[in-house]
């Protein structure tokens, strides 16, 4: 941990930053699973959308 003290002796703390890269574009497996979650979503919503309106 980077630690530094101010003139009054306040000590500032810093975290260790973590290591940057890059985000690789998904494969087509990883596409066709992302549509595939994306439709459980919205079919969960939905049906929780109409299940809220047929009790209301």
Same mark, same amino acid.
């Not at 003290?5 to 000590?11: K, R, V």
């Not at 930053?17 to 596409?31: D, H, I």
């Given at each position: 941990?980077?630690?530094?003290?101010? &003139?009054?002796?306040?000590?500032?703390?810093?975290?260790? &930053?973590? !290591?940057?890269?890059?985000?690789?574009?998904?494969? !087509? &497996?990883?596409?066709?699973?992302? @549509? #595939?979650?994306? @439709?459980?979503? +919205? #079919? #969960?919503? +939905?049906?929780?959308?109409?299940?809220?309106?047929?009790?209301?």
């Amino acid at each position: 941990m980077y630690t530094t003290i101010n &003139e009054n002796g306040i000590l500032n703390n810093y975290a260790n &930053e973590p !290591k940057m890269y890059y985000a690789a574009y998904p494969n !087509k &497996e990883q596409q066709r699973s992302y @549509a #595939l979650q994306a @439709a459980y979503a +919205t #079919l #969960l919503v +939905t049906t929780l959308v109409l299940v809220a309106l047929g009790v209301s």
